[in-house]
């Protein structure tokens, strides 16, 4: 920032503030008991403000665009795509996720090049949808598709674009410098608001326009030069583009170190001096690695995937990769999914009963909690062994068995409420439950307080099948 711009102090925000503007009718139509807990749970990042089905009405209109303002976070957030499937970008309260839960998950887009093949296109799209992986119960997938203009020949770039849209619903990426290319993919795919890459201090003003003409979000580019990228902002805000996302440029070794400080740099400036002109999603492109002199295509993906992992730790609300191995995208989507995650919230299941295979009246009733990880490991575990049994689900607050035990969430009180509440004692003909080994303190209390035996299984859930070989049926009915 100038000596002539004044740093901004950070105005914390109270439910109170949130409240005065809400219609104080307590409609529970948000799902909440009162407007105070909206509030609250608003001001915790737990809700958007249109949740509130009354704001929303055009007698509360000036209070809506005033709440909107007052919850506007300080990097903006960017919309690019239209339906299910559209993305959102940025929408960062924080510099930190310590501090407060970060929103938006960054979405990671692969490119598709138009000097592809028809056939290799449509592989190369198809493998970018149908992307799959289930973890902990989660489906993690990729976000979009970045379509690349190489021949530099707008009726070629058309055809790509065209061809892409009409094969997938995901955001869609136009990416070339030349505006009249980018004119020709975008006149067919104008409803689909994609995302414009890019205008620099040589073409803004063209791109400019076609981001006004057809309503679409526009990146702004300038690699390694922050003061140049800040002037371009400025110009095309007074231009009358709003929606824009920052390039601040990607180099991956043995430039990694300073792409990542630029990043930091960049969202420093917005939460620490509160710079308006930074405070914009940013674009990290990995996928520069491919510019690299590299002979090996293993080495240019492992600088690509470390790229990515670095950029979603600091501070990308986008990323644009070219590898679609395993291997690379899937480090990427489990920590993109841990980093998202409501630290205030374990991930945890549903409680109750969960039945597999076809288990008879003598089969095994197994304990486990409710929080996610161990759940789905306890599940495949049974399911790999083609086990016929009951899991009981407790819920223990979305913590692990061993830190269950040690805050008491999992105790003998809790697992006989759920013997009772669950009626197991009806789908069996036996009294004998099976704890986890990390619960093996609980089994004398929980004989106590529940009237069943107590069987202690296996610390580690891959060792069920050899347990229950060994121990079950019980000795002793």
């Keep these: 920032m100038s000596e002539r711009e004044p740093k901004k102090t950070i105005k914390e925000i109270s439910p109170i ?30 809700l958007a403000v249109d949740n509130c089905p009354p704001i929303t009405k055009e007698e509360y209109q000036v209070n809506f665009t005033k709440l909107e303002d007052l919850m506007a976070p300080p990097v903006r957030t960017v919309l690019v795509g239209t339906g299910d499937r559209a993305m959102k970008l940025g929408g960062k309260y924080v510099l930190y996720r310590h501090e407060f839960t970060y929103h938006n ?120 030069d922050i003061a140049l990228l800040r002037s371009l902002v400025k110009t095309l805000v007074e231009y009358g583009v709003a929606d824009l996302v920052l390039d601040p440029g990607t180099a991956v070794e043995p430039g990694l170190s300073g792409t990542i400080h630029a990043f930091s740099q960049i969202r420093r400036a917005v939460f620490a001096d509160r710079d308006e002109l930074l405070g914009y999603p940013l674009l990290g492109t990995p996928i520069t690695a491919w510019i690299s002199p590299e002979i090996s295509h293993e080495l240019i993906q492992w600088k690509e995937a470390c790229a990515a992992s670095m950029l979603l730790s600091r501070y990308a609300d986008l990323l644009i990769l070219h590898s679609l191995e395993g291997w690379v995208l899937l480090p990427q989507l489990i920590w993109r999914f841990n980093i998202y995650t409501d630290p205030r919230k374990p991930v945890s299941v549903d409680t109750g009963v969960r039945i597999f295979g076809s288990p008879k009246k003598d089969a095994p009733v197994l304990i486990t909690t409710n929080y996610a990880l161990t759940y789905f490991t306890v599940e495949s575990d049974i399911k790999a062994a083609g086990i016929d049994c009951f899991l009981i689900v407790i819920d223990t607050g979305g913590n692990s068995v061993e830190s269950a035990v040690a805050g008491r969430y999992l105790n003998a009180e809790t697992i006989a409420a759920a013997l009772k509440d669950t009626g197991i004692a009806d789908r069996v003909n036996y009294r004998y439950l099976i704890l986890p080994g990390l619960a093996a303190r609980l089994s004398g209390e929980t004989e106590e307080a529940s009237g069943w035996h107590v069987l202690v299984g296996p610390k580690d859930s891959s060792g069920i099948p050899a347990f229950l070989k060994a121990h079950w049926p019980p000795k002793k009915w």
């Design 105 to 224: 998950p960054t979405p990671i887009a692969i490119d598709v090049s138009d000097d592809l093949s028809e056939d290799e296109r449509t592989a190369r799209v198809r493998a970018v949808s149908d992307f799959s992986y289930n973890y902990i119960g989660r489906e993690l997938r990729l976000d979009a598709v970045a379509i690349r203009s190489t021949q530099h020949e707008p009726a070629a770039f058309a055809s790509a674009v065209t061809a892409v849209a009409a094969q997938t619903e995901l955001p869609l990426i136009l990416c070339t410098y030349d505006a009249a290319i980018m004119a020709a993919g975008l006149a067919h795919i104008r409803e689909r608001r994609p995302l414009l890459y890019a205008a620099t201090k040589d073409n803004w003003e063209e791109m400019a326009e076609l981001a006004l003409r057809y309503g679409c979000p526009l990146v702004v580019s300038a690699p390694h």
């Design 17 to 46: 503030d949130v409240y005065k503007l809400l219609p104080k009718t307590n409609c529970k139509e948000c799902g909440e008991a009162n407007c105070m807990a909206f509030a609250t749970r608003v001001v915790n990042g737990e």
